[in-house]
């Protein structure tokens, strides 16, 4: 079974800083990959960036990066130069291809909030 | 856009009825994903279709029941409906793979009063 933590219910962040978002998780898979979602109050799931845990390099998209360290088994999410559109629900999640299905596991998520 | 098309978007009924929510995935996805939303339980997966055929079930309830038909698109079932039941329903599609996006759909929201 999977398991994914995210040990901060909320956090903000000034306009145009930085802001790091924690996720643990816990897998006995060897291939899986990790993800973060954006739900804004849309209520719509985006994705923002996806890590496989076979690459060694860490996953960048634009101003969103992650940290992730397998043996601690730890995939944080940096968000650069925040803008207010980045204020939403973040959710760390991950799959693995157990008995051939691909369905995420979510943490409970991270209520992110940019201020002006 | 994702592009998966999930109707209604709001539900409204009453303790004991039985519902029906309908997923459109992608063109070209055979993977169809439902996942409940909660404030109680948060995200989690309930079932998962591929090309029809039940693939994986995850925490979902006797009382909940989905099929695929073969056109691809969804339908969850949801009967003898409680109050918990309340709860934001998403459809996910991927075409297949473990490296493959799941597109979530806009979530139908169900209010059982």
């Known amino acids: 079974a999977q398991t994914v933590t995210q040990s901060q219910p909320e956090m903000s962040v000034q306009e145009a800083e930085t802001v790091t978002l924690s996720c643990t998780y816990d897998?006995?898979?060897?291939?899986?990959?990790l993800f973060w979602y954006k739900q804004p109050p849309s209520r719509q799931m985006i994705l923002v960036i996806r890590q496989e845990a076979y690459k060694q390099q860490n996953a960048t998209e634009n101003r969103f990066s992650v940290n992730f360290q397998k043996a601690a088994k730890s995939f944080s999410l940096k968000i650069s130069d925040s803008q207010l559109g980045d204020t939403a629900m973040y959710f760390c999640?991950?799959?693995?291809?157990?008995?051939?299905?691909?369905?995420?596991?979510f943490g409970k998520g991270t209520k992110l909030s940019v201020i002006p | 856009d994702s592009g998966v098309t999930q109707t209604p978007k709001h539900l409204i009924t009453a303790t004991g009825q039985r519902v029906t929510l309908r997923c459109s995935p992608r063109?070209?996805?055979?993977?169809v994903y439902w996942y409940q939303q909660s404030l109680d339980q948060g995200l989690q997966f309930l079932i998962q279709y591929y090309n029809g055929e039940e693939r994986a079930k995850g925490n979902i309830l006797e009382r909940f029941s989905a099929q695929q038909f073969p056109d691809l698109h969804s339908e969850l079932n949801l009967s003898s409906l409680e109050l918990g039941d309340s709860a934001l329903y998403f459809c996910?599609?991927?075409?297949?793979?473990?490296?493959?996006?799941?597109?979530f759909g806009p979530g139908t929201r169900l209010t059982v009063l």
């Open positions: 063109s070209g996805d055979l993977s």
């Open positions: 897998t006995s898979e060897s291939n899986y990959y």
């Open positions: 996910a599609s991927s075409v297949a793979g473990l490296n493959n996006e799941q597109f």
């Open positions: 999640a991950s799959a693995t291809s157990g008995a051939g299905s691909y369905q995420l596991t």
